[in-house]
């Protein structure tokens, strides 16, 4: 009798094993990221640009090999983020702090990432520093549909002088047969303090909001992700108050913003950069509400994260932890960047 009841308790067990086992869902996973590349300037001085005061321009002698260096370090980074679940480098990644398009060909064309067969989206734009923002993408798991580049035209506070800064990026395709829409952003620095410095940033989120709102006048569920270095932090007003970002998934309106990076911000401390030992996490990718829905036959949120692997950050000395830059007391350290990257993960039940 104990012997039945054993094996009529083993039966038992097997089939609810099964038929969990049958109700696991298999998903698709994509990475979509940004990545601040610290100055990706190449070796050619270009007459059209203002481009004497890059950190590579400054050095005195082994130009060219530094360049190659720091090209293949950030296609190391770029290949990495992400992979230890997509077990791919990102579907799409925005980039800023880039020269032109030339050293995104190279970039791409590094061996690191050469099979991916990345595609470039990139406009000129009127920065006084000409540092533009970019986007990369796999080809065959997104296609562009639409690209346009939004001006962003500000003032000095002081001066009134026009002050020359990074054109906004928008970009609509399809993300394996799901159209959604990326905004890449480089938003004005906090030079000459935040205070000074907040009104320009906040015009970058009004710009950014146009963008926004343009897309989901047409459709109102609109897939939108906003990334970028907005020299802003998560708490900031230009992202709360003009973006109206919400921190809780279930508080997020139809059209509004959901910051998975807010929290990382206020409640573990996180950050992407960092200065007189105090982190900032200006880099952020935010999106609307039907990316965070329950239903995923489409492409749907997944989590968030930075990207800050041990390799990425300063070893020891007075900046242990800080990220390890590229250029600094004008030379070149074998670094990466002054930024660590960020992510999205988006998954889509698989079809079996």
């Not at 005195?60 to 720091?70: H, L, M, Q």
């Not at 190279?106 to 734009?125: A, E, T, W």
């Not at 206020?266 to 990718?285: C, H, M, N, P, V």
């Not at 692997?309 to 002054?338: H, I, M, Q, V």
Request: charged residues 30%.
């Amino acid at each position: 009798m104990k012997l039945q009841k054993w094996l009529l308790l083993s039966l038992m067990i097997l089939i609810c094993y099964g038929v969990e086992a049958q109700n696991k869902k298999k998903f698709k996973i994509h990475t979509v990221a940004f990545y601040n590349l610290e100055n990706l300037f190449d070796t050619i001085n270009d007459p059209l640009k203002y481009d004497e005061a890059s950190p590579i321009m400054e050095l005195k002698a082994n130009r060219s090999d530094i360049y190659k260096k720091k090209v293949k370090n950030m296609a190391r980074v770029i290949a990495e983020i992400g992979s230890d679940m997509s077990n791919n480098a990102p579907a799409v990644i925005g980039v800023c702090e880039i020269e032109n398009r030339k050293v995104l060909e190279d970039l791409v064309n590094d061996p690191l990432l050469l099979s991916k067969d990345y595609g470039i989206v990139h406009f000129d734009g009127p920065d006084r520093r000409s540092i533009d923002v970019a986007l990369l993408y796999q080809k065959d798991l997104f296609r562009p549909i639409n690209t346009s580049s939004h001006e962003l035209i500000i003032y000095d506070d002081l001066t009134r002088d026009r002050v020359y800064t990074r054109d906004q990026l928008l970009v609509s395709g399809e993300l394996d047969g799901d159209l959604i829409h990326i905004v890449v952003n480089h938003w004005p620095s906090r030079s000459g303090g935040e205070a000074r410095s907040r009104s320009k940033r906040v015009a970058a989120a009004k710009l950014n909001k146009r963008l926004v709102d343009s897309l989901q006048s047409k459709d109102p569920y609109a897939k939108i992700l906003i990334m970028g270095d907005l020299n802003d932090d998560p708490t900031n007003d230009s992202v709360k108050k003009i973006l109206k970002t919400k921190k809780d998934k279930k508080r997020v309106p139809l059209k509004g913003i959901y910051n998975p990076f807010e929290k990382m911000f206020t409640e573990k401390g996180y950050g992407t950069t960092a200065y007189r030992d105090a982190w900032s996490l200006f880099d952020q990718i935010m999106l609307t509400k039907p990316l965070i829905e329950d239903d995923y036959s489409s492409y749907r949120f997944w989590k968030a994260g930075i990207y800050n692997k041990a390799f990425l950050s300063n070893k020891r000395g007075r900046w242990e932890g800080y990220p390890f830059r590229s250029f600094a007391d004008g030379g070149f350290t074998d670094g990466f960047s002054d930024h660590f990257p960020v992510y999205v993960y988006l998954i889509k039940e698989a079809n079996l």
